[in-house]
């Protein structure tokens, strides 16, 4: 039974930094690509960053890019979404999610999701 559980998030002012991570289990998680989602108030789930069953590649949503980090840890079967430079609009619930590919992650084509961990950028 594959599972995928967040950790690491909570609330930061603006301008912090937070680092989450995914841990996953049931599932050969090398074989896998990784991506991260999230879904803020009122607004529809937004594409954050995915990145290739390797790690050789990354991928990112326009609003994150040059703020947030994916990356990965196949000895330890997590990755992580390292996020700079948080901005109040970066509030939302965060999901950890498992794919074919990056691209097809970014299109939204996932296999599993985790149950998501708050975020909040507030002063």
């Known amino acids: 039974q594959v599972q995928l559980v967040e950790s690491g998030g909570g609330l930061v002012q603006p301008g912090g930094s937070l680092r989450q991570t995914c841990a996953s289990s049931?599932?050969?998680?090398?074989?896998?690509?990784m991506g991260w989602f999230r879904r803020a108030p009122g607004k529809e789930r937004e594409f954050v960053a995915a990145?290739?069953?390797?790690?050789?590649?990354?991928y990112y949503g326009d609003s994150v890019k040059g703020r947030f980090t994916v990356a990965r840890d196949n000895a330890k079967n997590t990755v992580y979404l390292q996020m700079n430079s948080l901005k109040p609009e970066d509030t939302a619930v965060y999901y950890c999610?498992?794919?074919?590919?990056?691209?097809?992650?970014?299109?939204?084509?996932?296999?599993?999701w985790g149950p998501g961990t708050q975020v909040t950028v507030s002063s």
């Open positions: 990145i290739s069953w390797s790690g050789d590649s990354t």
């Open positions: 049931g599932v050969t998680f090398g074989n896998y690509a």
């Open positions: 999610a498992l794919g074919n590919s990056g691209p097809s992650l970014a299109r939204g084509g996932v296999w599993f």
